[in-house]
């Protein structure tokens, strides 16, 4: 059928003044909801914005949150939500570009929030926390330059509240990354970029016991404390935390990419 063919068709078509009429309707629906939101205060668009968060619906949860953005923009807590809404998009996504796009939002999200809240621990991590979400997508040099922000921003969260076990999971992480940073890169790095950090997998293994201790709900810790053993070589203690993690249900929106990664450990220690 030709392209004028369609169009005629489609003029003639008994349904398209139905779906003409939907369409219209959809559209002032949407137009309505949108005037409903802003004429909503700050408070309660946070409490629809917390109840889609919890459930993991970004996009819609941004629908509220951004809104009270702008009717309190130096709010913390609101940024520190948007900052969290991208980096789910981010999971999301499928391309390393987008990725690097929403994480760099979410970024500048948790940048702001840990600017405005020197002392709120959620706002000082959310910048660890989007860092590490954003180096595997990026080079070297940024991957080095954010090594030093994730742990400063991590030890900032735990100076302002000792019982943040996701600061000490982050934390774990970071040790565990640095300390797997061989010889020859090590050299090569401080040669180009300057003296990079050390650490070792102890180091590493301590802070996620303490994450465990504070919370030990979350099967993340256990899994990703499984595969610091691994890296060390205790292929029996590895293979024991990271099986509890996956016998755990999920519960957050990384949850199932972290059982991913634990079930490639465990088949490497076949």
């Known amino acids: 059928m030709s392209g004028a063919e369609s169009r005629k068709t489609t003029f003639t078509n008994p349904m398209n003044s139905s779906f003409l009429s939907k369409t219209f309707l959809s559209a002032a629906a949407l137009l309505l909801t949108s005037v409903a939101v802003r004429a909503q205060s700050a408070s309660d668009l946070i409490l629809q914005g917390d109840a889609l968060d919890q459930t993991f619906h970004a996009t819609e949860a941004l629908q509220f949150y951004l809104p009270a953005e702008k009717l309190e923009p130096t709010n913390v807590r609101v940024l520190v939500s948007i900052a969290r809404q991208y980096r789910h998009l981010m999971t999301d996504a499928t391309s390393r570009e987008t990725k690097l796009q929403l994480g760099g939002v979410a970024l500048n999200y948790s940048k702001k929030a840990a ?10 991590l959310a910048t660890a926390i989007t860092y590490g979400k954003m180096l595997q ?21 735990i100076r302002i509240d000792p019982r943040n076990d996701t600061a000490w999971h982050i934390l774990g992480r970071w040790h ?10 090590r050299t090569m790095g401080s040669l180009i970029y300057g003296k990079l950090p050390s650490s070792t997998t102890e180091a590493a293994v301590e ?4 994450a465990i201790a504070i919370n030990p709900s979350r099967l993340m810790h256990y899994i990703e404390l499984g595969r610091t053993y691994a890296q060390m070589g205790r292929k029996g203690d590895a293979r024991r935390l990271i099986v509890k993690g996956l016998a755990m249900q999920d519960a957050e929106k990384d949850d199932a990419e972290t059982k991913q990664h634990g079930r490639e450990t465990l088949a490497s220690l076949r």
């Open 176 to 185: 565990r990354a640095v300390a797997d940073v061989g010889g020859f890169k």
């Open 207 to 210: 802070c996620f016991e303490k």
């Open 115 to 124: 600017a405005l809240g020197p002392n709120d621990t959620e706002a000082q």
């Open 137 to 157: 997508f990026q080079g070297t040099r940024e991957q080095v330059e954010a090594s030093s922000r994730i742990k400063a921003s991590a030890d900032n969260a």
